[in-house]
């Protein structure tokens, strides 16, 4: 004689006991697999407190650099000219305020210039001062 057999009738259920162990993996697996990267560069000092205007005018040296030229106190330099120049004024045995040189740059300048130019500050003992300028109100 055959035994019958009796099926349940009506929904099946998926089986989500295991959704969170295959949720925690997968997080696990993207921060393993995600590149993690330091970023190269070099460690510059801000310069702290107000300066008075006749101070900056008369001692405190400035690098204006705009798309195709550098300028080292108002004249065209190269960049080994600058690097020779920064060292000649000896920065690195300087205190406060007087190792500050301060960088101008226009908007179009190439990241590669603006940087070198900031790491031979930094080279020469210097601390850079950006200079930057107040956007006019629009009308």
């Known amino acids: 004689m055959a035994i019958a057999r009796r099926y349940k009738t009506g929904e ?9 162990d ?14 993690i990267r330091q970023i190269t560069g070099f460690s510059t ?4 407190g107000e300066k008075k205007a006749e101070q900056q ?12 030229t550098i300028r080292f106190n108002d004249e065209v330099v190269t960049m080994d000219a600058l690097r020779q120049r920064l060292k000649s004024l ?9 190792r500050v040189v301060m960088l101008e740059a ?7 210039t603006y940087y070198e130019v900031m790491a031979a500050v930094s ?3 210097g601390v850079v001062g950006v200079v930057t300028e107040e956007k006019s109100a629009k009308r």
């Open 12 to 20: 099946t259920r998926v089986p989500t006991d295991s959704l969170s």
């Open 90 to 98: 000896r920065l690195d045995l300087k205190s406060g305020d007087r």
């Open 22 to 35: 295959i949720a925690f993996l997968l997080i696990i697996f993207f921060i393993l697999t995600t590149s």
């Open 123 to 125: 080279a020469a003992g």
């Open 45 to 48: 000092e801000m310069p702290a």
């Open 106 to 112: 226009t908007g179009s300048v190439p990241y590669q």
């Open 57 to 68: 005018a008369d001692k405190t040296p400035t690098i204006a650099v705009n798309n195709q």
